[in-house]
T-cell receptor, first 114, second 113 residues
Framework: GENVEQHPSTLSVQEGDSAVIKCTYS??????FPWYKQELGKGPQLIID?????GEKKDQRIAVTLNKTAKHFSLHITETQPEDSAVYFC?????????????FGKGTMLLVSP | EAGVAQSPRYKIIEKRQSVAFWCNPI?????LYWYQQILGQGPKLLIQ????????DSQLPKDRFSAERLKGVDSTLKIQPAKLEDSAVYLC???????????FGPGTRLLVL
Protein backbone atom coordinates (compact mmCIF):
# COMPACT_ATOMS: atom_id res chain seq x y z
CA GLY A 1 0.00 0.00 0.00
CA GLU A 2 0.85 3.68 -0.11
CA ASN A 3 3.32 5.11 2.42
CA VAL A 4 3.67 8.87 3.00
CA GLU A 5 6.63 10.32 4.86
CA GLN A 6 6.48 13.92 6.12
CA HIS A 7 9.24 16.22 7.40
CA PRO A 8 9.92 18.02 9.62
CA SER A 9 7.77 16.91 12.55
CA THR A 10 7.99 20.39 14.11
CA LEU A 11 8.84 23.74 12.55
CA SER A 12 9.27 27.04 14.37
CA VAL A 13 9.46 30.31 12.44
CA GLN A 14 9.19 34.01 13.12
CA GLU A 15 6.18 35.91 11.87
CA GLY A 16 6.78 37.01 8.30
CA ASP A 17 9.19 34.19 7.50
CA SER A 18 8.47 31.41 5.03
CA ALA A 19 7.77 27.81 6.01
CA VAL A 20 8.30 24.69 3.91
CA ILE A 21 6.98 21.20 4.68
CA LYS A 22 8.03 18.23 2.56
CA CYS A 23 6.42 14.87 1.86
CA THR A 24 7.41 11.80 -0.12
CA TYR A 25 5.15 9.01 -1.31
CA SER A 26 5.83 5.46 -2.37
CA UNK A 27 3.09 4.53 -4.87
CA UNK A 28 3.84 5.95 -8.32
CA UNK A 29 0.15 5.50 -9.20
CA UNK A 30 -0.88 8.19 -6.69
CA UNK A 31 -2.21 11.21 -8.54
CA UNK A 32 -3.92 13.42 -5.98
CA PHE A 33 -2.13 15.22 -3.13
CA PRO A 34 -4.10 17.33 -0.64
CA TRP A 35 -2.79 19.30 2.32
CA TYR A 36 -4.85 19.62 5.50
CA LYS A 37 -4.54 22.04 8.41
CA GLN A 38 -5.66 20.87 11.86
CA GLU A 39 -6.12 23.34 14.68
CA LEU A 40 -6.32 22.26 18.29
CA GLY A 41 -9.57 20.47 19.07
CA LYS A 42 -10.76 20.52 15.47
CA GLY A 43 -10.84 18.16 12.53
CA PRO A 44 -8.46 18.55 9.57
CA GLN A 45 -9.45 21.15 6.99
CA LEU A 46 -8.36 21.10 3.35
CA ILE A 47 -6.20 24.12 2.49
CA ILE A 48 -4.84 23.26 -0.95
CA ASP A 49 -4.48 20.26 -3.23
CA UNK A 50 -2.65 19.34 -6.41
CA UNK A 51 -3.11 16.71 -9.07
CA UNK A 52 -0.30 14.88 -10.83
CA UNK A 53 -0.83 16.67 -14.14
CA UNK A 54 0.20 19.97 -12.52
CA GLY A 55 3.64 20.87 -11.16
CA GLU A 56 2.69 23.82 -8.99
CA LYS A 57 -0.42 25.46 -7.57
CA LYS A 58 -0.73 28.68 -5.62
CA ASP A 59 -3.47 30.22 -3.50
CA GLN A 60 -2.53 33.57 -1.96
CA ARG A 61 0.19 32.85 0.64
CA ILE A 62 0.26 29.09 0.20
CA ALA A 63 1.63 27.04 -2.68
CA VAL A 64 2.24 23.39 -3.35
CA THR A 65 4.84 21.89 -5.69
CA LEU A 66 4.97 18.34 -7.02
CA ASN A 67 7.88 16.36 -8.44
CA LYS A 68 6.42 13.14 -9.85
CA THR A 69 9.78 11.72 -10.86
CA ALA A 70 11.16 12.01 -7.34
CA LYS A 71 7.76 11.26 -5.80
CA HIS A 72 7.77 14.20 -3.48
CA PHE A 73 5.62 17.26 -2.92
CA SER A 74 5.97 20.31 -0.72
CA LEU A 75 3.84 22.96 0.97
CA HIS A 76 5.15 26.51 0.98
CA ILE A 77 3.68 29.20 3.24
CA THR A 78 4.98 32.75 2.76
CA GLU A 79 4.63 35.73 5.09
CA THR A 80 3.61 33.47 7.98
CA GLN A 81 1.21 34.77 10.59
CA PRO A 82 0.51 33.55 14.15
CA GLU A 83 -2.84 32.17 12.98
CA ASP A 84 -0.93 29.82 10.66
CA SER A 85 0.17 27.92 13.79
CA ALA A 86 -1.37 24.45 13.55
CA VAL A 87 -0.56 20.87 12.54
CA TYR A 88 -0.30 20.35 8.79
CA PHE A 89 -0.83 16.97 7.13
CA CYS A 90 0.01 15.90 3.62
CA UNK A 91 -1.82 13.00 2.01
CA UNK A 92 -1.81 10.98 -1.19
CA UNK A 93 -4.41 8.99 -3.07
CA UNK A 94 -5.28 7.48 -6.42
CA UNK A 95 -8.28 9.05 -8.09
CA UNK A 96 -10.14 7.85 -11.14
CA UNK A 97 -9.51 4.14 -10.78
CA UNK A 98 -11.68 2.18 -8.38
CA UNK A 99 -12.45 3.71 -5.01
CA UNK A 100 -10.15 6.41 -3.65
CA UNK A 101 -8.70 6.49 -0.12
CA UNK A 102 -6.31 8.97 1.49
CA UNK A 103 -3.02 7.98 3.15
CA PHE A 104 -1.78 10.69 5.51
CA GLY A 105 1.68 11.67 6.67
CA LYS A 106 2.38 11.96 10.38
CA GLY A 107 2.00 15.73 10.43
CA THR A 108 4.10 18.83 11.01
CA MET A 109 3.45 21.13 13.94
CA LEU A 110 4.07 24.69 12.73
CA LEU A 111 4.66 27.35 15.38
CA VAL A 112 4.72 30.99 14.24
CA SER A 113 6.08 33.37 16.85
CA PRO A 114 5.00 37.03 16.78
CA GLU B 1 -23.99 24.52 4.69
CA ALA B 2 -23.78 22.48 7.91
CA GLY B 3 -20.58 20.53 8.41
CA VAL B 4 -19.99 16.99 9.59
CA ALA B 5 -21.42 16.51 13.07
CA GLN B 6 -20.03 14.08 15.63
CA SER B 7 -20.99 13.10 19.16
CA PRO B 8 -19.98 12.80 21.84
CA ARG B 9 -16.98 15.16 21.71
CA TYR B 10 -15.25 13.47 24.64
CA LYS B 11 -15.54 10.06 26.26
CA ILE B 12 -13.67 8.43 29.12
CA ILE B 13 -14.17 4.72 29.74
CA GLU B 14 -12.38 1.87 31.46
CA LYS B 15 -10.76 -0.94 29.50
CA ARG B 16 -13.08 -3.77 28.54
CA GLN B 17 -16.07 -1.41 28.45
CA SER B 18 -17.91 -0.64 25.23
CA VAL B 19 -18.37 2.73 23.55
CA ALA B 20 -20.20 4.09 20.50
CA PHE B 21 -19.63 7.17 18.38
CA TRP B 22 -22.12 8.84 16.09
CA CYS B 23 -21.59 10.77 12.85
CA ASN B 24 -23.96 12.82 10.71
CA PRO B 25 -22.33 13.64 7.36
CA ILE B 26 -22.93 16.65 5.15
CA UNK B 27 -26.30 16.34 3.43
CA UNK B 28 -26.06 14.57 0.09
CA UNK B 29 -22.61 13.12 0.66
CA UNK B 30 -22.55 9.51 -0.47
CA UNK B 31 -19.16 8.57 0.96
CA LEU B 32 -18.47 8.42 4.69
CA TYR B 33 -15.19 7.64 6.40
CA TRP B 34 -14.10 6.79 9.94
CA TYR B 35 -10.49 7.55 10.87
CA GLN B 36 -8.47 6.86 14.00
CA GLN B 37 -5.94 9.56 14.93
CA ILE B 38 -3.49 8.57 17.65
CA LEU B 39 -1.68 11.45 19.35
CA GLY B 40 1.17 12.73 17.20
CA GLN B 41 0.12 10.82 14.08
CA GLY B 42 -1.93 11.39 10.99
CA PRO B 43 -5.45 10.03 10.57
CA LYS B 44 -5.62 6.34 9.70
CA LEU B 45 -8.62 5.08 7.76
CA LEU B 46 -10.67 2.49 9.62
CA ILE B 47 -13.64 2.08 7.30
CA GLN B 48 -15.14 3.70 4.22
CA UNK B 49 -18.81 3.55 3.21
CA UNK B 50 -20.33 4.26 -0.17
CA UNK B 51 -23.98 4.97 0.67
CA UNK B 52 -24.79 2.13 3.08
CA UNK B 53 -22.26 -0.36 1.70
CA UNK B 54 -18.71 -0.94 2.97
CA UNK B 55 -16.02 -0.14 0.39
CA UNK B 56 -12.91 -0.61 2.52
CA ASP B 57 -12.57 -1.98 6.05
CA SER B 58 -9.15 -3.56 5.64
CA GLN B 59 -7.68 -1.66 8.63
CA LEU B 60 -10.65 -2.10 10.96
CA PRO B 61 -9.87 -4.42 13.92
CA LYS B 62 -12.97 -6.47 13.36
CA ASP B 63 -12.63 -8.49 16.55
CA ARG B 64 -13.54 -5.38 18.55
CA PHE B 65 -14.60 -2.62 16.16
CA SER B 66 -17.81 -2.47 14.17
CA ALA B 67 -19.49 0.23 12.12
CA GLU B 68 -22.74 0.65 10.29
CA ARG B 69 -24.39 3.22 8.09
CA LEU B 70 -28.04 2.32 7.97
CA LYS B 71 -30.09 4.14 5.32
CA GLY B 72 -26.89 5.60 3.87
CA VAL B 73 -26.87 8.72 6.06
CA ASP B 74 -25.81 8.64 9.74
CA SER B 75 -23.18 6.22 10.92
CA THR B 76 -22.10 4.69 14.22
CA LEU B 77 -18.73 3.25 15.17
CA LYS B 78 -18.57 0.87 18.12
CA ILE B 79 -15.70 -0.53 20.14
CA GLN B 80 -16.33 -3.59 22.31
CA PRO B 81 -14.35 -4.30 24.41
CA ALA B 82 -12.06 -1.27 24.50
CA LYS B 83 -8.32 -1.56 25.08
CA LEU B 84 -5.87 1.04 26.38
CA GLU B 85 -4.39 1.42 22.90
CA ASP B 86 -7.76 2.53 21.54
CA SER B 87 -7.22 5.93 23.19
CA ALA B 88 -7.31 8.32 20.24
CA VAL B 89 -9.41 10.85 18.37
CA TYR B 90 -12.00 9.24 16.11
CA LEU B 91 -12.70 11.40 13.10
CA CYS B 92 -15.62 11.13 10.75
CA UNK B 93 -15.40 12.59 7.26
CA UNK B 94 -17.72 12.72 4.27
CA UNK B 95 -17.45 13.54 0.59
CA UNK B 96 -19.84 13.90 -2.31
CA UNK B 97 -18.22 10.86 -3.92
CA UNK B 98 -14.95 9.08 -3.15
CA UNK B 99 -13.34 11.22 -5.89
CA UNK B 100 -14.18 14.51 -4.18
CA UNK B 101 -12.81 16.51 -1.24
CA UNK B 102 -13.22 14.97 2.21
CA UNK B 103 -14.70 17.19 4.91
CA PHE B 104 -13.91 16.26 8.50
CA GLY B 105 -15.96 16.55 11.66
CA PRO B 106 -14.44 17.81 14.95
CA GLY B 107 -13.77 14.28 16.19
CA THR B 108 -14.49 12.34 19.38
CA ARG B 109 -11.65 12.16 21.88
CA LEU B 110 -11.61 8.75 23.57
CA LEU B 111 -9.58 7.99 26.67
CA VAL B 112 -9.45 4.38 27.84
CA LEU B 113 -8.25 3.94 31.43
Amino acid sequence: GENVEQHPSTLSVQEGDSAVIKCTYSDSASNYFPWYKQELGKGPQLIIDIRSNVGEKKDQRIAVTLNKTAKHFSLHITETQPEDSAVYFCAASIRGSGYSTLTFGKGTMLLVSP
Amino acid sequence: EAGVAQSPRYKIIEKRQSVAFWCNPISGHATLYWYQQILGQGPKLLIQFQNNGVVDDSQLPKDRFSAERLKGVDSTLKIQPAKLEDSAVYLCASSLTDQETQYFGPGTRLLVL
